[in-house]
């Protein structure tokens, strides 16, 4: 078995139906745990919902249901996302389940046995919206001079007895973390964090009495916990935790928590300030990456451009959605999607680009060889130099993808996918059937191999697609990750099987822009 990689996406909140933002991350967590697979790791990815806390528990009310039915109606078209994505989670984790009960209580047991945790009485501005709260210096004034937090939510004065957590006691500890290791990324996260730390940290209120929506305090059974502590314990709940041995033993500590940029504070101050104080170990990265805006605007219910990542899908096909957003956005920026500009990706990359290229081989190959494959032909010196442009690109995707630069890795794919089709050009095997066709045929075996590579090669990102195609290329479903590119008798082994070619399907359809869309 390789080494272990563990990935967890956020868990979202389930007070709405998934959006753009939440399809993005799912995506890019999937990019990498496929990525990662290819490489031979053993592979753990984690998603799911997070369902208590005031947020739930109002809009709940706002509906006339209770937390729990909209918990669960909610929660469902996550994991519908997921699977309609095509993200292959392992496990997909709800905060109300009882398991996470049990493990998120043994946690602040260990933070109290710690001497971390203090009764106290709590007074603050408090968002609902963002559940936190702010001091009066992070404050801003509203169009009407109404105060707001900082992302621009309201907030109210609120007076409550509170358990509190001694985040000031780690301050050190945090700083030298970040210092000494990858923690946080990218590094304009790492500035914002850094600064944010060394301006000083004040305790944390963690328990709420206000309400009830949440997991119970042990021995303070008036008192629900902060709905972040609850949430941040996810990552362990889903390894077995406070069991220690097995899963936990095997993934803990996690690789990445990939996250937006808005909860970056959360994992990067409190969640190893809690892991600490639990005398666990903390995760080895995390990563907050941008924000995906329509046409350079948040999607928000007020300004009705809210899109449902499913429909998106359906209209241009899951695997242009996951190409498009991984390719456009470079990885921890903001970026923006339009119908436009879905459309000319898809049509410049992979339908004119890659899927020509593969349709062109494979039907020349089919029509001019009679389906049927030859392995024993030399290859001359264009050959080489083709092949070796194709693994340089490999290298470049494969090399970007570890960093998390899909963008980068892509666009050197891409590179080789040009490269492909220059070869085409300027060996015309439609001239050498006629001239030369021994030629004819190494140039299609050469075209032959170098799709089979550059598939496997992306296949992270667009792994239906591919499939597809490595299905009509004769490529053995276990023999698709990146062990399989240092197959060098790939060709002859499937020569002599006696595969042959049937007449081949396109896999990436040229795209039209809907009618109905500006
Ligand atoms: O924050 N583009 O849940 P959430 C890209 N429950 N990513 C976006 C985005 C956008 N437009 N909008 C949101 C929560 N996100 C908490 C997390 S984790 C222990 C608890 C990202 O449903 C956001 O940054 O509001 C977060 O990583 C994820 O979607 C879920 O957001």
């Given at each position: 078995?390789?080494?272990p990689?563990y990935i967890?996406?956020?868990?979202?909140?389930p007070n709405?139906?998934?959006?753009?933002?939440?399809?993005?991350e799912?995506?890019?967590?999937?990019?990498?745990?496929?990525?990662?697979?290819a490489?031979?790791?053993?592979?753990r990815?984690q998603?799911?919902?997070d369902?208590?806390?005031l947020?739930?528990?109002?809009?709940?009310?706002?509906l006339?249901?209770?937390?729990?039915?909209?918990?669960?109606?909610?929660?469902?078209?996550?994991?519908?996302?997921?699977?309609g994505?095509n993200?292959?989670?392992?496990?997909?984790?709800?905060?109300?389940?009882?398991?996470?009960?049990?493990?998120t209580q043994?946690?602040?047991?260990?933070m109290?046995?710690?001497?971390?945790?203090?009764?106290?009485?709590?007074?603050g501005w408090?968002?609902?919206?963002?559940?936190?709260?702010?001091?009066?210096?992070?404050?801003?004034?509203?169009e009407?001079?109404?105060?707001?937090?900082?992302?621009?939510?309201?907030?109210?004065?609120?007076?409550?007895?509170?358990w509190f957590f001694?985040?000031s006691?780690?301050?050190d500890?945090?700083?030298e973390?970040?210092?000494?290791?990858?923690f946080?990324?990218?590094?304009?996260?790492?500035?914002?964090?850094?600064?944010?730390?060394?301006?000083?940290?004040?305790?944390l209120?963690?328990?709420?009495?206000s309400?009830?929506?949440g997991i119970k305090?042990?021995?303070s059974?008036?008192?629900?916990?902060?709905?972040?502590?609850?949430?941040?314990?996810?990552?362990?709940?889903?390894?077995?935790?406070?069991?220690?041995?097995?899963?936990?033993a095997?993934?803990w500590?996690?690789?990445?928590?990939?996250?937006?940029?808005d909860?970056?504070?959360f994992?990067?101050?409190?969640w190893?300030?809690?892991?600490?104080?639990?005398?666990?170990?903390v995760?080895?990265?995390?990563?907050?990456?941008?924000?995906?805006?329509?046409?350079?605007?948040?999607?928000?219910?007020?300004?009705g451009?809210?899109t449902d990542?499913?429909?998106?899908?359906?209209?241009?096909?899951?695997?242009?959605?996951?190409y498009?957003?991984?390719?456009e956005?470079?990885?921890g920026q903001d970026?923006?999607?339009?119908?436009?500009a879905?459309?000319?990706?898809?049509?410049?990359?992979?339908?004119?680009?890659?899927?020509?290229?593969?349709?062109?081989t494979?039907?020349?190959?089919?029509?001019?060889m009679?389906?049927?494959l030859?392995a024993g032909?030399v290859?001359?010196?264009?050959?080489?130099v083709?092949?070796?442009?194709?693994?340089?690109?490999i290298t470049?995707?494969?090399r970007?993808?570890?960093?998390?630069d899909?963008?980068?890795?892509?666009?050197?794919w891409?590179?080789?996918?040009?490269?492909c089709?220059?070869?085409v050009?300027e060996?015309?095997?439609?001239?050498?059937?006629?001239?030369?066709?021994?030629?004819?045929?190494?140039v299609?075996?050469?075209?032959l191999r170098?799709?089979?590579?550059?598939a496997?090669?992306v296949?992270?990102?667009?792994?239906a697609a591919i499939?597809?195609?490595?299905?009509?290329?004769g490529?053995?479903?276990?023999?698709?990750?990146?062990?399989?590119?240092?197959?060098?008798?790939?060709?002859?082994?499937?020569?002599?099987?006696?595969?042959?070619?049937?007449?081949p399907?396109g896999?990436?359809?040229?795209?039209?822009?809907?009618?109905?869309?500006p």
């Open positions: 078995m390789g080494e990689y967890t996406t956020a868990i979202s909140y709405g139906r998934p959006h753009i933002g939440h399809a993005y799912a995506i890019a967590a999937d990019v990498i745990a496929r990525h990662r697979k490489e031979g790791y053993d592979v990815f998603t799911g919902t369902e208590h806390g947020k739930m528990a109002q809009k709940a009310r706002d006339g249901m209770t937390p729990a039915e909209l918990a669960t109606e909610m929660s469902g078209y996550f994991r519908d996302m997921c699977d994505l993200v292959e989670y392992d496990v997909f984790i709800r905060t109300t389940e009882p398991r996470h009960h049990a493990s043994e946690l602040w047991r260990r109290e046995a710690s001497g971390d945790l203090y009764l106290d009485r709590y007074e408090y968002s609902v919206r963002d559940e936190a709260y702010y001091d009066e210096s992070e404050l801003v004034a509203g009407g001079g109404e105060k707001l937090s900082p992302q621009g939510t309201p907030v109210e004065w609120t007076v409550e007895e509170s001694r985040l006691k780690y301050q500890r945090l700083l973390l970040y210092r000494s290791t990858d946080i990324r990218p590094e304009s996260r790492l500035n914002e964090v850094t600064r944010f730390v060394e301006g000083g940290l004040r305790d209120s963690v328990s709420r009495t309400f009830d929506w305090v042990p021995g059974e008036n008192h629900v916990m902060y709905v972040w502590v609850d949430a941040l314990t996810n990552y362990i709940t889903g390894l077995g935790f406070p069991d220690e041995t097995g899963d936990y095997r993934y500590p996690a690789d990445l928590h990939l996250i937006g940029k909860i970056v504070r994992h990067t101050v409190y190893p300030a809690f892991l600490m104080s639990a005398g666990l170990d995760p080895k990265q995390v990563f907050g990456h941008g924000f995906v805006l329509n046409r350079g605007q948040k999607e928000s219910k007020s300004l451009n809210v990542p499913i429909g998106l899908a359906e209209t241009y096909g899951v695997d242009t959605i996951r498009f957003l991984m390719r956005v470079a990885f970026g923006s999607w339009s119908h436009e879905i459309v000319m990706r898809a049509n410049a990359e992979l339908a004119n680009s890659f899927g020509n290229l593969a349709q062109r494979l039907s020349m190959i089919f029509k001019n009679d389906g049927e030859n032909l290859a001359n010196e264009a050959d080489v083709l092949s070796d442009a194709v693994a340089l690109g470049g995707l494969r970007a993808f570890m960093d998390l899909f963008s980068n890795g892509l666009e050197a891409m590179r080789a996918v040009f490269a089709n220059q070869y050009d060996q015309a095997p439609w001239t050498l059937r006629k001239t030369d066709p021994e030629r004819m045929e190494a299609l075996m050469t075209l170098c799709v089979r590579s550059l496997i090669a296949r992270p990102v667009v792994p499939d597809k195609l490595l299905d009509q290329m490529v053995a479903a276990d023999a698709r990750d990146y062990t399989a590119l240092g197959q060098a008798d790939w060709l002859e082994t499937l020569a002599a099987s006696g595969f042959k070619l049937e007449k399907v896999v990436f359809p040229r795209l039209e822009l809907p009618a109905d869309e």
